[in-house]
Nanobody
């Protein structure tokens, strides 16, 4: 059964950093592109970053130069390193495969506030 477990969120001041983790089980992780999404209150879920099976990466314009994505296939884990955080990065962050499966994890809350 497919399952995504996100962690690492929290409250951070503007300019701070966080590292999110997502463990994906029940998928053929090492041959699957993985995505990080976020959803802010009252807004649609948006794609933030993607990492291909071979390590190629893509980012939303709003996070380019501040966020990096990486993966550890041995641990079925994808990471999102978030630096220079801004209040507008506040959201619930999720991971999923590309294309996304019908199942979503609980997400991890990131709040950027002074």
């Amino acid at each position: 059964q497919v399952q995504f477990v996100e962690s690492g969120g929290g409250l951070v001041q503007p300019g701070g950093s966080l590292r999110l983790s997502c463990v994906a089980s029940g998928t053929i992780f090492r041959i699957t592109s993985m995505d990080w999404y976020r959803q802010a209150p009252g807004k649609q879920r948006e794609l933030v970053a993607r990492i291909s099976a071979t390590g190629g990466t893509n980012f939303a314009d709003s996070v380019k130069g501040r966020f990096t994505i990486s993966r550890d296939n041995a641990k079925n884990t994808v990471y999102l390193q978030m630096n220079s955080l801004k209040p507008e990065d506040t959201a619930l962050y999720y991971c999923n495969t590309d294309p996304p499966m019908g199942i979503w994890g609980q997400g991890t809350q990131v709040t950027v506030s002074s």
